[in-house]
């Protein structure tokens, strides 16, 4: 399906609009999560304390966009098989009849909520790689494809770690954006109580704003929007100074690069713009950048560290200057 890129604001504010019936108060959070559903690859992981809407927030953007959800409960029993599915043999109807057939898993949907993903074991969370990565799972040595989109949002919670295994950098490098949802304000929770006692039952009835074809037709017309060589050279300038960062011993990969170009064009297209803006880039340098750092030793214990470097690169990577056209 072929969509303009001036349509792709209209239909991504009106997904937005339908999930704010659900989730209260979070629009930059909103946004973002759909910018991220505009690229491919664009897996996010949510970390934050727990009864936040995280779950929830994953199901609004699947029953707005149109697209099957399932989700997965990580558990440090779970099996790559219980995510991928196998082969079972099936002995119904006569003995003649029998034979194996598959069953997929639930990694067989458009949005998957893996939720608690640090509680899996790295088996578990290989399978999951191969599935983000490769938009593909292999069973029995046979590789089968993902439906299109194929989105991973992942929950981790950030005061409980035992029990847990902690995600490889391989992994967090595969997630275009670590994000955190926050408590909402006060007059914000009230309002959602106020909703809830209208409402008189917990479910949510949103409505259905697009589908699968249209959101790939998106993503095609984010492919077109304009990106100036010299912000290109402002996004690698910014993620090669998270290299040299005195308090960094591992920079952001390429992949940070990509991120980031991604990020600012599904942002653009959303603004109902052509091209990039450095802005763009600044607004997404952060969530894209944060999660692919490895701290010097002496600041593993300081949780906002990561943050205040990308503040840090941010400050001092000069702007280009890109007028509007």
Known sequence: MTVEITDVSRLTNKVIREVERAIVGKRPLLEKIMAAALTTGGHVLLEDYPGLAKTLVAK???????????RIQFTPDLLPGDITGGYVYDTTGDAQTYRFQLRKGPLFANIILADEINRASPKTQSALLEAMQEVQVTLEGETMPLPEPFVVIATQNPIEYEGTFPLPEAQLDRFIMKLSVGYPAPKEEQEILRQRRERQH????LEQVTNSDELLGLRQAVERVHVNPDVEEYIVTLVNETRRHRQVAV??????SLALLKLARAWAAMRGRSYVLPDDVKLFAEPALVHRLILEPDLWMQPHAAHEVITDVVRLVP???IRES
């Open 319 to 321: 702007v280009p200057v």
């Open 251 to 256: 920079g952001a990969s390429p992949r940070g």
């Open 202 to 205: 917990d479910a949510f009835d």
């Open 60 to 70: 609004s953007f699947a029953t707005a966009l149109g697209l099957e959800f399932k």
